[in-house]
């Protein structure tokens, strides 16, 4: 992975994507996922790069949720923009996050056949990503 400047203008949220429903509270330190603790950092998305995920890492998941975290809460150079596979700008969050950066939490579920670019399509899901 090599680092990138950061997006101009940033965006105001980035998404952490899970595959099982989130802690009910959301706890003050997050629990990290395997990967995220084997990797040193939390991997986050971008709200257009959200159905790139979901169709690489998530393609046998009926559903997804996504924590919507607001940027400016965390420390500039607490996050990292780094190029994953020819991607611009993956944003890694090296830290964690707790209940003040939750904005909001949305569960998405794909019908029968549907590919996950097709649910992001949905303006009920797009309304809520910015």
Same mark, same amino acid.
């Given at each position: 992975?090599? %680092? +990138?400047?950061?997006? =101009?203008?940033?965006?105001? !949220? &980035?998404?952490?994507? #899970?595959?099982?429903?989130? *802690?009910?509270?959301?706890?003050?330190?997050? %629990? +990290?996922?395997?990967? =995220?603790?084997?990797?040193? !950092? &939390?991997?986050?998305? #971008?709200?257009?790069?959200? *159905?790139?995920?979901?169709?690489?890492?998530?393609?046998?998941?009926?559903?997804?949720?996504?924590?919507?975290?607001?940027?400016?809460?965390?420390?500039?150079?607490?996050?990292?923009?780094?190029?994953?596979?020819?991607?611009?700008?993956?944003?890694?969050?090296?830290?964690?996050?707790?209940?003040?950066?939750?904005?909001?939490?949305?569960?998405?579920?794909?019908?029968?056949?549907?590919?996950?670019?097709?649910?992001?399509?949905?303006?009920?899901?797009?309304?809520?990503?910015?």
């Amino acid at each position: 992975m090599a %680092p +990138l400047p950061p997006p =101009d203008p940033l965006p105001a !949220f &980035v998404y952490k994507i #899970t595959p099982t429903a989130p *802690p009910d509270p959301i706890p003050e330190r997050y %629990p +990290l996922s395997e990967l =995220d603790r084997q990797d040193g !950092f &939390v991997h986050l998305s #971008t709200s257009w790069q959200i *159905p790139i995920t979901a169709s690489l890492f998530f393609t046998h998941s009926p559903s997804i949720f996504l924590i919507k975290l607001r940027l400016s809460n965390f420390d500039p150079a607490s996050v990292k923009w780094d190029e994953v596979d020819g991607t611009n700008g993956c944003p890694h969050l090296y830290g964690n996050f707790g209940p003040a950066d939750v904005v909001g939490v949305l569960e998405v579920k794909r019908g029968e056949g549907e590919g996950w670019g097709e649910v992001f399509e949905k303006a009920e899901v797009r309304g809520w990503l910015e």
